[in-house]
């Protein structure tokens, strides 16, 4: 049994994020040495109450609170806390939890991962806005593009995001009002949700605008893909109180390099998808060229502009 603990201890510790183990009664089992990294505190000077207090917002439903049907299967995608480090600094920190079953089903404790959230604040985004959904799906999308990026560095496995924005999202709000707006960006989610490959994320990155992060081998193979997706928003049939709307996108494309930092990929798809609005919307811009010139409205994907 002593061997076995000794391999858990050893595997935690290989780690690149910070991990801890819980009991049922919240007291914490196994810190490894990332977390220790992180927060400053080894396992046996945590501060009262077993673990940081700013993990209390994920592990207090989880120890206390009833469970609600068909939630506990799935694991929390991520959670922004902050923490205090032991030298007295503010530690901001991306947060998932995880209930430990044993085969019957019965719960043995609780698994906190975490990671520090630098890495990723510096990652351009568009303007949230008004709109609270926004800045959820963005922190959504941010821990997604960094458990991709991991995989891309240590596997090469291919990685590319795309910066959507919809043409007529400001003249749209400005002229028909939030709810419209709302409606259309809607429509636009579900007509480029058809499009997407099964390992695909989509998501809102500001006020009119969507990210893609997809797996395209070629940087030719995600123009491509850019292409499907812009095809089908113009397609979209968008009415709103009898007045019948074309909607286009504008967008940037780009793959991952090697030895290249996440805000520097999207960095890039932004430039690209600002090159596609600045030169009239309704086209898709590979990192620093354009691969599509202009189609008209109402052009269907495939057809010859």
Not at 294 to 300: D, L, T
Request: aromatic letters at 4%; hydrophobic letters at 40%.
């Amino acid at each position: 049994m002593a061997d076995r603990i000794a391999l858990l201890e050893s595997a935690l510790d290989s780690l690149p994020g910070g991990v801890a183990l819980l009991d049922q009664d919240g007291e914490v089992v196994l810190w490894n040495q990332a977390a220790e990294a992180i927060t400053g505190y080894g396992l046996i000077d945590l501060p009262a109450g077993a673990i940081l207090e700013a993990l209390q917002p994920l592990l207090d439903p989880a120890l206390h609170g009833p469970p609600k049907a068909g939630t506990e299967s799935a694991p929390d995608r991520g959670a922004m806390l902050h923490a205090r480090h032991k030298l007295g600094h503010d530690v901001p920190l991306i947060a998932r939890l995880l209930i430990l079953r044993d085969g019957l089903g019965e719960r043995l404790g609780l698994a906190v991962l975490f990671h520090p959230a630098e890495r990723l604040d510096a990652l351009p985004h568009g303007e949230p806005g008004d709109d609270p959904g926004v800045e959820s799906g963005q922190a959504d999308l941010e821990e997604r593009l960094r458990s991709e990026f991991e995989d891309f560095e240590r596997n090469g496995q291919s990685l590319g995001v795309l910066w959507i924005a919809v043409d007529q999202g400001p003249e749209l709000r400005k002229t028909h009002g939030a709810a419209a707006s709302k409606a259309m960006l809607e429509k636009v989610r579900r007509a480029l949700a058809v499009g997407l490959r099964p390992t695909d994320e989509l998501g809102r990155w500001g006020d009119d605008e969507f990210l893609v992060i997809t797996h395209e081998r070629t940087a030719q193979m995600l123009a491509g893909h850019a292409r499907t997706l812009a095809g089908l928003t113009r397609t979209a049939d968008f009415r709103w109180w009898g007045d019948r709307l074309s909607l286009t996108v504008s967008v940037g494309a780009a793959q991952a390099e090697p030895q290249e930092a996440p805000s520097l990929l999207l960095k890039r798809a932004r430039q690209a998808m600002e090159t596609s609005a600045r030169e009239g919307g309704n086209r898709v811009t590979l990192a620093q060229r354009t691969i599509e010139e202009e189609i008209e409205p109402g052009q269907r994907a495939g057809e010859p502009s």
